[in-house]
């Protein structure tokens, strides 16, 4: 039988050579993003487990619980999860075992409690973690097909938004940001189409956070602006961020001067078209704001009839310490994850 390990590494070298050996990955798996968007207090962890020739790999951001020397973790913002080198359907044996090494080790670790987002364009995900804890579809994402040719992509928009794509294409032009100009130019309208949706403060970035994102090596991201033909002023900007196969939807803002002419629309078909030249699978427009089939998600689906589910993973490692850390912390009945870290009213 095959010696198995597992070994936290938290150095990028590290990092970024494991996930060299895995099927495939998504920039949401990357040293450099977990260090972009890790909060305070959250440290990027790469799980490596290892069986003969079976890799397996699982992203956290391990927390401390306060007033305890326990730990739990959560994901980055976005589509995270276990990534392997078994293909979509990983054999039986290698995964039980890999649960088994995986609760243990995480007992030792003092780790009470793990959430995770995953990743619906990574094969095989839910089959290295079913059975340890809860899988729980949220709703769907809205995926455009970027292995389709470029008139069957187009074909499945709405009437009104070809209309709409079309329109915006006689009154804007699409500019790739180069310049510091630029990127400042689209964060300007980022911030003024989140302050004028009143979004969450999880939402409002400073300037560092966009930088950092074109400096990365780790994967690609290319920010497109719509520029009014007559002024050149910028309309709209959209941030895209591209991985091994896949394009992610990641930012986007119009300024309220140009809402009327919707040239966000105009971003997304130029980014199918470049995608879909550039040889890409898939292209995740993401789905309703907190999941729900809301406008946001119409807006969305408008582009494409594809979708696939978003799932979460709950997993509660130790069920005695998480009753004693959600008793202590008086929270009533709540539908947060983990319970004991729920807000205060």
């Not at 699409?174 to 400042?184: I, Q």
């Not at 994102?213 to 050149?232: K, P, R, V, W, Y």
């Amino acid at each position: 039988m095959s010696q198995t390990s597992i070994r936290l590494h938290t150095e990028k070298q590290a990092w970024e050579n494991l996930l060299g050996r895995v099927d495939t990955y998504d920039f949401y798996h990357t040293f450099d993003y977990h260090q972009i968007s890790r909060n305070t207090g959250e440290s990027p962890v790469l799980l490596e487990y290892s069986a003969g020739d079976a890799l397996i790999l699982l992203p956290l951001l391990l927390r401390d619980i306060p007033d305890s020397d326990l730990k739990d973790a959560t994901s980055v913002y976005g589509y995270a999860g276990p990534l392997s080198n078994l293909g979509e359907s990983p054999e039986e044996s290698v995964v039980a075992t890999y649960k088994v090494t995986l609760e243990h080790y995480l007992l030792e670790m003092g780790v009470v409690s793990i959430f995770t987002r995953m990743n619906p364009f990574i094969p095989g995900q839910n089959e290295l973690l079913e059975g340890l804890g809860t899988l729980r579809p949220l709703g769907d994402l809205v995926n455009i097909d970027l292995t389709r040719d470029l008139a069957a992509s187009r074909a499945a928009y709405r009437r009104d938004t070809k209309s709409r794509v079309n329109k915006a294409r006689r009154n804007f032009k699409v500019k790739l940001a180069e310049s510091r100009e630029d990127v400042l130019n689209f964060i300007e309208v980022y911030l003024m189409t989140m302050e004028k949706l009143d979004a969450d403060d999880s939402y409002f970035f400073d300037q560092e956070y966009f930088f950092n994102f074109l400096d990365c090596d780790g994967f690609q991201t290319d920010i497109l602006l719509a520029l009014d033909l007559e002024t050149d002023a910028v309309a709209a900007g959209s941030m895209f961020v591209k991985s091994n196969d896949i394009i992610q939807y990641h930012l986007s803002g119009t300024h309220p001067d140009h809402m009327r002419l919707a040239p966000s629309r105009l971003l997304i078909d130029e980014m199918r078209v470049r995608g879909t030249e550039e040889g890409f699978r898939f292209f995740n427009l993401g789905g309703g704001y907190q999941c729900k089939a809301d406008a946001l998600f119409d807006f969305k689906s408008s582009f494409s009839d594809q979708t696939y589910p978003w799932i979460i993973w709950r997993y509660i490692v130790n069920p005695a310490e998480y009753e004693k850390l959600t008793q202590a912390s008086g929270v009533g009945e709540t539908q947060f994850f983990p319970a004991y870290r729920a807000p205060k009213s």
